[in-house]
C-alpha cells in the first residue's frame, strides 16, 4: 500500500525546530522558546474558574454542531463591539452587524479552514495567498485539491496583497485569503486596501477570507474586519492568540447566509462539535474582565516589541516586516546565511534560542528569513539578543 498522493505536503519545520528545542530544555536547561506562535500565559481566570464548574455539574457531552448558542451570541457580541468602536473613527464604513446564526464555532481556526473550503471549493479551483504566509494554508488548500495561486508580496506593499496584485492575475480565482495582523510579518493591512479588496471580489464573485485570529493584537496601527466593508466576506477566528487559548482548540467562521446550510453539515460529520468544555471556557474569554486581563498582555508584547526593535539590529538582524500586530517579528538573515532552516539549527545548537525558519513561510525567499516570536517574558527577549548578538559574532 502507497500514502495518498493528497498527503504528500511540505512538513511544517517549527514544530521540528520546537521538538528540538523542548530536549533542549530537557538536557541544558536555557532553552528559550521564540519558535511557536502562542502566548505564554494561561487562559483567562474566568474560563478557567468555568471549567472547573462545568465539569463538576454538566455533562459535557455533544453540544450543536455549529457552536452553543451562548458562545455564538459572545462572538457576535464580540465583534459587532470591535466593528462599531473603529466605525466611531471612521463613518464613511458601513456594516450590518453579525447575528449569532452568521458564526459557525469550529475545533480550532483550523478545523475552521478545513470546513470552508469544504463548502466553498471544489478540486482544482484557483485561490490566491500572499507570500510569505502561514503555511497550513498552502499545505491543507493542496491536500485538498484546490490549485494554490501564491502571489510574492514584499515591503513595497507592507507584506500584503493588493488590488492591482490581484489585477494581475491570469484568471480570476474562486477565492482569496487576507490576513491582519499576518503571520509572519505581523503587518496590519491598510483599511483602505481592504476596503479595495473586498469589494474587488464582489464585483468579481470572488470569496474573501480574512483571517483575522490575531485582532486585538496590535500596537497603533488600526485593525479592520473585512465584515465592516463586506457581508460576502468570511472571516475567520479563534481563541488562541489574543484569548491567550491555544490548547483548547475552539475557533470560528462568520460566514454569508449561502455557506450556512454546506458548514453546518459538513462540521457535524467532520467533527460533530467542537470540544464542549472548550466552548464552556471561550465564552468567559469574553467577559469584560477576561478583556482587560489579556489587554494586560498585550501591552506586555508590546514591551517586548520595543525592546527587540531597539536591540535586534545591534544583534545582528537590522532588516524585519514593521511589527505592526500579533507578536512576531520577520527578520532578514540573509547577510548572514542563504538556509534560514539551518542557520535556526546552528543558532539552537549553540544558544539554546529557537526561533522559526522562513522557509515554512515563502517557498520562494524563506531561505532568506527568520520569524522570531515574542510572546514571552521580556527577560526572554531581552536575554534572546543578547545571544543572538553573540552567535552573530556581535
Known amino acids: 500500500m502507497m500514502p495518498s498522493k493528497r498527503s504528500d505536503v511540505a512538513p511544517f519545520h517549527v514544530m521540528d525546530v520546537l521538538a528540538a528545542a523542548q530536549e533542549r530544555q530537557r538536557t541544558h536547561g536555557d532553552a528559550l522558546f521564540l519558535c511557536a506562535g502562542q502566548p505564554s500565559t494561561p487562559a483567562p481566570r474566568r474560563a478557567l474558574e468555568a471549567v472547573q464548574s462545568a465539569v463538576g455539574s ?20 464580540d465583534h459587532n463591539r470591535r466593528m462599531a468602536a473603529r466605525g466611531g473613527v471612521d463613518g464613511a464604513r458601513t456594516y450590518r452587524a453579525v447575528e449569532p446564526e452568521d458564526v459557525v464555532v469550529t475545533t480550532g481556526s483550523s478545523g475552521g ?19 510569505p504566509g502561514y503555511p497550513a494554508y498552502r499545505n491543507t ?71 483575522e485570529i490575531y485582532h486585538g493584537i496590535s500596537y497603533g496601527r488600526e485593525c479592520v474586519s473585512a465584515r465592516e466593508f463586506s457581508d460576502a ?26 455557506l ?12 460533530v462539535c467542537p470540544p464542549a468544555v472548550s466552548q464552556v471556557a471561550a465564552i468567559e474569554a469574553f467577559h469584560p474582565e477576561s478583556i482587560a486581563e489579556l489587554d494586560g498582555h498585550v501591552r506586555r508584547y508590546a514591551a517586548n516589541r520595543e525592546l527587540l526593535i531597539e536591540r535586534l539590529p545591534d544583534a545582528g538582524l537590522g532588516t524585519f516586516a514593521p511589527p505592526d500586530g500579533g507578536f512576531y517579528i520577520y527578520a532578514d538573515v540573509s547577510h548572514l546565511t542563504d538556509d534560514s532552516l539551518t542557520w535556526a539549527r546552528g543558532l539552537l545548537d549553540a544558544t539554546g534560542v529557537a526561533v522559526a525558519p522562513g522557509v515554512d513561510f515563502d517557498t520562494a525567499s524563506g531561505h532568506r528569513w527568520v520569524r522570531l516570536c515574542f510572546a514571552g517574558s521580556t527577560e526572554d527577549m531581552a536575554e534572546a539578543c543578547r545571544r543572538i548578538g553573540g552567535f552573530n559574532g556581535r
Not at 454538566?58 to 457580541?77: M, V
Open 58 to 77: 454538566q455533562i459535557l457531552g455533544y453540544t450543536e454542531a455549529t457552536g452553543i448558542p451562548e458562545l455564538k451570541r459572545a462572538i457576535a457580541d
Open 113 to 131: 479552514f478545513v470546513t470552508l473550503f469544504l463548502a466553498a471549493l471544489d478540486p482544482g479551483d484557483d485561490i490566491v495567498l500572499a507570500r
Open 141 to 211: 488548500l493542496k491536500a485538498l485539491g484546490a490549485n494554490v495561486v501564491e502571489i510574492d508580496c514584499g515591503p513595497e506593499t507592507r507584506f500584503q496583497l493588493t488590488v492591482e496584485l490581484l489585477e494581475g492575475l491570469e484568471r480570476t480565482p474562486r477565492a482569496v485569503i487576507v490576513t491582519s495582523p499576518d503571520n509572519p510579518t505581523g503587518t496590519i493591512i491598510d483599511a483602505d486596501e481592504l476596503g479595495r479588496i473586498a469589494r474587488w471580489c464582489e464585483e468579481n464573485d470572488v470569496l474573501l477570507v480574512s483571517d
Open 233 to 258: 466576506a468570511v472571516v475567520v477566528g479563534s481563541v488562541s492568540k489574543y484569548h491567550s487559548m491555544t490548547g483548547w482548540r475552539v475557533g470560528w467562521l462568520i460566514i454569508p447566509e449561502w
Open 260 to 271: 450556512r446550510g454546506p458548514c453546518d453539515r459538513l462540521a457535524a460529520n467532520l467533527t
